[in-house]
């Protein structure tokens, strides 16, 4: 049990497909993040919440829409999308302090990942 | 901009073999945090080690240790006794100052051969 949950583990999708990736942690953390592993990329930050407020967007296309309802759950949207974002999806959380710089995020915990395949 | 390189893109060693997996690091920040993660076939993240640029000290945890070289910008991962159950794909991880969230290397893929 890594406290950080997603769902649905793998989903194949049509290009014109609405879909939407579920992320949920237990363990009382204020910040939530996505990643989206590649297979020959490395990690890539995609969105980072901190406190319910999107803090961070990596250039992302708008196909990719984030949602953050509470400190405790993370989705995250998908239209039109293409083949080449088919890619490991991680959420992470971590506990950030306020006003800190390094006291934050120390260590991030994930989830297992979704596995997308747009077709 | 931070950087990670691990320029070992796969490693295949055979089982009770010691191995050591490379990091370098690129950041202007002076102070910072360095991690690795293991990434089993399962594909979440799982958390080894987090380190400050503030503490040099070399770390052992069983068979893992970690070697922190500030003054080549090296953070390197040594398994001694290499187990089929170390097969996985490793990261190491930069966060500096301005960093929302972590920098990774594009990860070593590990194969350890019975």
């Known amino acids: 049990e890594t406290g950080v949950t997603q769902t649905p583990r793998h989903l194949v999708m049509g290009m014109t497909n609405k879909k939407s990736l579920k992320c949920e942690q237990h363990?009382?953390?204020?910040?939530m993040y996505w990643y989206k592993q590649s297979a020959k990329k490395p990690l890539e930050l995609m969105f980072v919440y901190n406190f319910k407020e999107q803090t961070e967007n990596n250039s992302v296309p708008s196909r990719f829409s984030p949602e953050c309802p509470n400190s405790s759950h993370l989705f995250l949207h998908l239209h039109t999308l293409q083949p080449e974002d088919s890619a490991l999806y991680l959420c992470?959380?971590?506990?950030?302090?306020?006003?800190?710089?390094?006291?934050?995020?120390?260590?991030?915990?994930f989830g297992q990942g979704t596995r997308l395949t747009v077709v | 901009a931070q950087k990670v390189t691990q320029a070992q893109t796969e490693i295949s060693v055979v089982e009770k073999e010691d191995v050591t997996l490379d990091c370098v690091y690129e950041?202007?920040?002076?102070?910072?945090?360095l991690f690795w993660y293991k990434q089993p076939p399962s594909g979440e993240l799982v958390f080894l080690i987090r380190?400050?640029?503030?503490?040099?000290q070399n770390e052992i945890s069983g068979r893992y240790s970690w070697n922190f070289q500030k003054s080549t910008s090296s953070f390197n991962f040594t398994i001694t006794a290499s187990q089929v159950v170390d097969s996985a794909v490793y990261f190491c991880?930069?966060?500096?100052?301005?960093?929302?969230?972590?920098?990774f290397g594009k990860g070593t893929h590990l194969i350890i051969q019975p």
């Open positions: 363990l009382g953390h204020n910040a």
């Open positions: 992470a959380s971590s506990q950030d302090v306020p006003g800190g710089v390094l006291v934050r995020n120390t260590e991030a915990f």
């Open positions: 380190r400050n640029s503030f503490d040099e």
């Open positions: 950041t202007r920040d002076t102070t910072y945090y």
């Open positions: 991880a930069l966060l500096g100052g301005g960093a929302d969230g972590l920098t």
